[in-house]
């Protein structure tokens, strides 16, 4: 099993900004995928944005141009710096872990952007 633990959720007002971060422990082997995603109350989880072992990033249209995904190795785990936030950014984030077949996720974290 891998446990993940995020941080970095709070309150902040539009324009403002944040950084998630999320560390996986547990039984490591090779992480290929991680992740965050999110959900806004009433919606579906959706993607926010992912980076493999190597670095290759993909991104929300909503949120590229004003979300960065980077990723320690070493460290076993991913961050996101989200720039210029919107109301609509607002819902519980989750970080997400991709090891072989299984798929891990946190407990999550949430952001509240006032207008």
């Known amino acids: 099993q891998v446990q993940l633990v995020e941080s970095g959720g709070g309150l902040v007002q539009a324009g403002g900004s944040l950084r998630l971060s999320c560390a996986a422990s547990?039984?490591?082997?090779?992480?290929?995928?991680m992740g965050w995603y999110r959900q806004a109350p009433g919606k579906q989880r959706e993607l926010v944005a992912h980076?493999?072992?190597?670095?290759?990033?993909n991104y929300a249209d909503s949120v590229t141009g004003r979300f960065t995904i980077s990723r320690d190795n070493a460290k076993n785990s991913v961050y996101l710096q989200m720039n210029s936030l919107k109301p609509e950014d607002t819902a519980v984030y989750y970080c997400?872990?991709?090891?072989?077949?299984?798929?891990?996720w946190g407990q999550g974290t949430q952001v509240t952007v006032s207008s």
């Open positions: 997400n872990a991709r090891q072989f077949y299984d798929n891990y």
């Open positions: 547990g039984r490591i082997f090779s992480i290929n995928l």
């Open positions: 980076i493999t072992s190597g670095g290759i990033t």
